[in-house]
Each structure stands twice: as C-alpha cells, then as structure tokens.
C-alpha cells in the first residue's frame, strides 16, 4: 500500500510516468488528480450509486442524462466525479465525435433515452468539436438539445464561433479545478431544474 501525505496542490511521482496531485481536501474527503500517458492503461473501480432519496416524488419521471464527449480519459473522470458527487444523472461518456454523434443519431435510441445535455470538449481526436456542435444544432431533432463547449483554446474567435453555432454556453478549461468543478455544477444544476420545468 502507498500512503501519502501531502499538502493541498502538492503531489508525488510514480516512477517515471504517473503524477499525483492532491487537489482538494475537506473533513472526510480528498480529490487526487492522476496524471498518465494515453499508454498506460488505468483502471477503477465502478462505485455503486448512491440510494436515491426516498422522500424524493416518486413519479415515473425519466433521470436527466448527461453525454459527456471528451477523449482524454482524465478529463472524463474529472468531470464524470464532479456530476455525480452532487447529482443522480445518467452518465455517457462519448471519446470521439462520431461516436458523439451515433449516440445522438434521431435514428438511434428513443428521443427519452437521448441525453438532457452535452458537455463536449473542442479538441477531439477524429473531427474538431466545432463539427459536432454545428451537426447537432443544424439537426432538426437535436437543436433544442443543450450544448455546453468546454475548451483548453484560449481564444476568442473560438469562443465566437462556438456562440454563433448555438452553444448555450462556452467555458474554458484553464481555470483552477476548483473554480472548474463549480462551473460544471452551475451548468449541470441549471440545466437539470430547466428540464424539470420544461
């Protein structure tokens, strides 16, 4: 077993290719953030869901679900950890555009079984996310869908661009993770009570 012990926004190397970094602590809980090469592989264990809150209305309302594109696996499970710490969501991950777009085909699954939202990352490996975004809006079944643009490009035509295909909004990713993780829960909240209305 390996135990660390290290202050907030230090960390600890793994031979010569894995970093961990302590990136929150709280009364009773830590966040680490592991960083790999694409290489090796990583693997983790699947936590069962929390139990839904009994005193919650008990009718047949279908989960809000949530498609998260994004080909970094890191990123992924950053976002995936931050969504279901505070939400009970359906959670897709899709690692490449096309993949984005089979899943949200109008000829794929039932219209209930698509997702509520989209966070999609820019910078994917088979198309630019920009691609995905206009495919989606420009869809007659999938323009209404919410998409939320995530991206490390720090540059305003990106962002432009993004707003001008219909995302409903752009957040860049060089933010602190804290400042990052509380976005993410912004969106994911609004979005959530939105559909409840809707």
Not at 5 to 21: K, M, P
Not at 96 to 122: C, F, H, I, K, M
Request: net charge neutral.
């Amino acid at each position: 077993m390996l135990v660390i012990d290290r202050l907030r926004n230090t960390g600890v190397c793994i031979g010569e290719h894995i970093r961990i970094r302590v990136l929150r602590t709280g009364a009773n809980r830590v966040r680490l953030g592991i960083e790999a090469p694409r290489s090796i592989p990583v693997f983790r264990e699947e936590l069962k869901p929390k139990a839904p809150d009994l005193r919650a209305s008990t009718d047949d309302k279908p989960p809000f679900r949530i498609l998260v594109v994004e080909d970094d696996p890191s990123h992924a499970a950053l976002i995936g950890l931050v969504i279901q710490e505070h939400f009970m969501t359906r959670l897709t991950v899709a690692t490449s555009g096309a993949e984005a777009l089979r899943l949200l085909s109008p000829e794929g699954e039932a219209p209930a079984a698509r997702p509520n939202l989209v966070l999609l990352d820019l910078n994917l490996p088979d198309m630019p996310g920009l691609t995905v975004l206009e495919a989606i809006k420009t869809t007659q079944a999938l323009r209404a869908l919410p998409v939320v643009v995530f991206s490390g490009l720090e540059r305003e035509e990106t962002a432009r661009k993004s707003l001008d295909l219909g995302t409903n909004a752009y957040v860049p990713k060089s933010t602190s993770f804290d400042e990052f993780s509380q976005r993410v829960v912004r969106i994911v909240d609004f979005w959530n009570h939105v559909g409840q209305v809707a």
